[in-house]
């Protein structure tokens, strides 16, 4: 086996005694903020936090929804991929438009142009958009979660704008 052993340079035999350690200001550590999933009570706290309503149904079709509303628009947020109505790992932001100047041309050139939510036409002829966000595996941070509400009221405020409603 090997043995490698230090060499020193004429240099360092010169320098004298090593310098002393300047003692460092620890580092700050990190805020430690649990992770929010998708449940009800929190997704209707993230809501309140941020001044929206929060009418919890804990039900509909089969899945737990949240209904609110921004600038007199409702929306709703489904929660999907449910356990017995707990434990779910994903969230969908929805709302609709019985809107004249959507057609499926204009919906495509939302959808093209635009990022994180989809637009269509339903069944009956509305305009739809919804948004998908991930839950699952650990939930987010609180604050990215406020900023998917966030970006759900942008992306629902320009998409009435495209359509004109």
Request: charged letters at 20%; one cysteine or more.
């Amino acid at each position: 086996m090997l043995a490698l052993l230090p060499i020193a340079s004429a240099a360092s035999a010169q320098a004298g005694p090593p310098e002393p350690e300047v003692a460092r200001p620890a580092a700050p550590k990190p805020s430690v903020t649990r992770n929010v999933g998708a449940e009800l009570d929190t997704l209707a706290g993230v809501l309140t936090a941020q001044g929206y309503k929060a009418d919890v149904a804990s039900e509909r079709d089969g899945m737990p929804h949240i209904f609110s509303s921004a600038a007199g628009s409702p929306f709703a947020v489904i929660l999907m991929g449910c356990t017995e109505n707990r434990a779910c790992s994903t969230v969908q932001f929805y709302a609709d438009y019985a809107a004249a100047g959507a057609t499926l041309e204009s919906l495509n050139g939302w959808n093209a142009a635009n990022r994180f939510a989809r637009a269509y036409l339903d069944p009956a002829g509305k305009a739809v958009i919804e948004m998908d966000v991930n839950l699952a595996k650990g939930g987010v941070a609180r604050d990215n979660l406020a900023d998917s509400v966030d970006e759900w009221i942008r992306l629902m405020a320009a998409f009435e704008r495209h359509i004109g409603a």
